[in-house]
């Protein structure tokens, strides 16, 4: 069987959002896509910050009081810390997979949104590192290519060339 083949009836790699495949082996731009991808989601994070800002100030010229001013802040600064570590995670390891963590997921939706700072900011420590998730994809590739090959191996040969060791001929 040719490399070619073996590569075609092989697990194939799960694409990373930016990167496609080229976390495989490191190809095709890898580390400008990963500065890239660092230097904009550093970026979009600035801009987010200093939109929150604009309506902070919207607060303060409202003149709505201090504790409202106090909760707003301290809202997002929570919901971007749950944000930051929620991404973190997924980076590491998959959510598990059932109904329970489903719903969580749906009630998650709108704090991810307001902690959207957190999100970007640990999409940027990331790519200092490796793509977002590269880690994750590269031990669920490997583990797919060694029980691939230990399939391949383990069916090599004519099983009807085989010798059978045991058994007589009977005349």
């Given at each position: 069987?040719?490399?070619?083949?073996?590569?075609?009836?092989?697990?194939?790699?799960?694409?990373?959002?930016?990167?496609?495949?080229?976390?495989?082996?490191?190809?095709?731009?890898?580390?400008?896509?990963?500065?890239?991808?660092?230097?904009?989601?550093?970026?979009?994070?600035?801009?987010?910050?200093?939109?929150?800002?604009?309506?902070?100030?919207?607060?303060?010229?409202?003149?709505?009081?201090?504790?409202v001013?106090?909760?707003?802040?301290?809202?997002?600064?929570?919901?971007?810390?749950i944000?930051?570590?929620?991404?973190w995670?997924?980076?590491?390891?998959?959510?598990d997979?059932?109904?329970?963590?489903?719903?969580?997921?749906?009630?998650?939706?709108?704090?991810?949104?307001?902690?959207?700072?957190?999100?970007?900011?640990?999409?940027?420590?990331?790519?200092?590192?490796?793509?977002?998730?590269?880690k994750?994809?590269?031990?669920?590739?490997?583990?797919?290519?060694?029980?691939?090959?230990?399939?391949?191996?383990?069916?090599?040969?004519n099983?009807?060339?085989?010798?059978?060791?045991g058994?007589?001929?009977?005349?």
């Amino acid at each position: 069987m040719s490399d070619e083949h073996q590569a075609a009836s092989g697990p194939r790699p799960e694409p990373i959002r930016f990167f496609g495949t080229t976390w495989v082996d490191h190809s095709d731009g890898y580390a400008l896509r990963r500065a890239g991808v660092a230097a904009g989601s550093l970026a979009a994070a600035a801009a987010g910050a200093f939109l929150l800002r604009l309506g902070y100030e919207g607060l303060a010229i409202a003149n709505v009081g201090g504790v409202v001013n106090a909760m707003v802040v301290i809202g997002f600064a929570v919901c971007s810390a749950i944000a930051f570590r929620r991404t973190w995670e997924r980076f590491v390891r998959r959510p598990d997979a059932g109904a329970r963590d489903e719903a969580a997921e749906r009630s998650m939706h709108s704090l991810m949104m307001i902690g959207f700072i957190g999100t970007l900011l640990a999409y940027f420590f990331r790519c200092l590192v490796e793509a977002p998730g590269e880690k994750l994809h590269r031990a669920e590739y490997e583990e797919a290519r060694t029980r691939h090959e230990r399939r391949r191996t383990t069916r090599t040969g004519n099983p009807a060339a085989r010798t059978r060791k045991g058994r007589r001929k009977h005349p």
